[in-house]
């Protein structure tokens, strides 16, 4: 979400609230009832909308993180795939001698 579009949500937020409230008005409430009941809503659209978000938050389903992985998966395809393009561009003596290579890191770690 962008500052922009938080901006935007906080925006129509006060103004669903001035709106309840003026409904409220036209039914018929006081202005300290139309108030309260207003201001009831709106803290309970804020519970429901923290809520959500923290349930993102333990999901990890939140936007940032699913583009990270979304990215990931492609980048470790990209490579996979180029890597295996070069692997077997080499000739068998070269694969031979890389195969020894790696054998040899592997048994100094």
Do not use: C, H, P
């Amino acid at each position: 979400m962008t500052r922009a579009t938080v901006i935007q949500l906080g925006l129509g937020v006060f103004a669903l609230g001035g709106l309840g409230y003026l409904a409220l008005r036209l039914i018929g409430l006081q202005g300290s009832s139309a108030g309260i009941v207003s201001e009831a809503v709106l803290v309970l659209i804020v519970i429901g909308w923290t809520g959500s978000y923290l349930l993102r938050v333990v999901s990890g389903s939140m936007t940032f993180m699913e583009q990270r992985r979304r990215y990931r998966k492609a980048y470790e395809e990209f490579t996979t795939s180029e890597l295996k393009e070069r692997f077997d561009s080499l000739t068998d003596d070269e694969k031979i001698k890389l195969m020894e290579e790696l054998e040899i890191d592997k048994n100094d770690k």
